[in-house]
C-alpha cells in the first residue's frame, strides 16, 4: 500500500524521470536484441529493424507501461483538461457561449432558491412564529375563503383567546 | 511442429516473474529468456506485456531495481525479488496448485 502511494506521488511529479527511465530501459532492450541478431550474422540495419518489429512498436510499449501505472487515470483527467482548455481557447465563440449558459443557468437557480428559501424553509419573521394560525371562515353560500385580515381586528375583540 | 504459443493464462506472468527472479536478479531479456526456456518455449514474453508487468510488481513492492551491466557489457535496468514479492510467490504458488489440481481433476472426470 505505501509503495503504491509512493509510485503514485512519483509518478505524477517526477514525471520527466520516470520517463527517461523508460525510455533508457527500452533503448536497452532494443539494443540486446539488435546485438543478438548481429551475432546470428545479420547487418546492423536489418538486425535493428527486424529488432523494432519483433518489440511491436517502442512508443506502444511506452504507453503501455504507462497504463500500467498508478495513478494513470490522474495523467489522462490532467490531460483531457489541458485538450478541453486548448478547445475552448481555439473557439471564444463557444467559449462565450458556454460561460453564458453557466451564468444564466447558475442564477436563475440562485434566484429561485432565494425565493423559495425566504418564503417555505425559513421560519416567518414573527415574535412567536408557532403561535401563527390561518383563519378559514365557512360560509355554505360562498365556500370556504381565508379569512381578511381586516376582519382580525373585530374578532380579536370578540374572541380572547386568539392572543 | 515447434512448441505453440500459448496465451498466458491471466495472473500467470506474475508468477512466472516472481519465480524467475528467486534465483537471482536479472534484466527484462534475461527474464523473457529464462521463461522461455524453463517452459520449453511454450511462454515466449513479448515486451509489450513483459515491461507493463514488471512495472507493475515493482509499484506493488514485489519487485526493486537498479541499473546495472550485462555479461555483453552494456547497461541495463535489473530486477531483484523484495521480501514481499517473496510472500507474494509463495501465496500465487499456492493459489496455483488449488487451480491446476481442480482443473486436472475436471478434465480427467468421465
Known sequence: ?163 | MGPRQTELLQGTLDMLILKTLTLEPLHGVGIADRIEQVTNGTFQVGPGSLFPALHRMQERGWLKSAWGETQAGHRAKFYELTSAGRKQLQAEKQRWKTISVAVSRAMETN
Open chain 1, 1 to 163: 500500500m505505501l509503495a503504491r502511494f509512493r509510485s503514485f506521488v512519483r509518478n505524477l511529479f517526477r514525471r520527466e524521470k520516470v520517463g527517461r527511465d523508460l525510455d533508457a530501459e527500452l533503448d536497452s532492450f532494443l539494443e540486446e536484441q539488435v546485438l543478438r541478431k548481429i551475432a546470428q550474422g545479420l547487418s546492423r540495419d536489418e538486425a535493428m529493424r527486424q529488432a523494432r518489429v519483433e518489440a511491436g512498436g517502442i512508443t506502444q510499449v511506452k504507453e503501455q507501461v504507462r497504463g500500467a501505472r498508478t495513478g494513470f487515470w490522474l495523467e489522462t483527467f490532467l490531460n483531457d483538461l489541458r485538450y478541453g482548455a486548448r478547445g475552448l481557447r481555439r473557439s471564444p465563440g463557444f467559449a462565450m457561449a458556454c460561460v453564458l449558459t453557466f451564468a444564466l443557468g447558475i442564477g436563475a437557480n440562485t434566484a429561485i432558491f432565494s425565493m423559495v428559501n425566504a418564503l417555505v424553509f425559513r421560519a416567518v419573521h414573527a415574535e412567536k412564529p408557532k403561535q401563527l394560525a390561518y383563519f378559514v371562515a365557512h360560509q355554505p353560500e360562498l365556500g370556504e375563503r381565508l379569512f381578511l385580515s381586516q376582519l382580525y381586528g373585530d374578532t380579536a375583540r370578540v374572541a380572547r383567546s386568539l392572543r
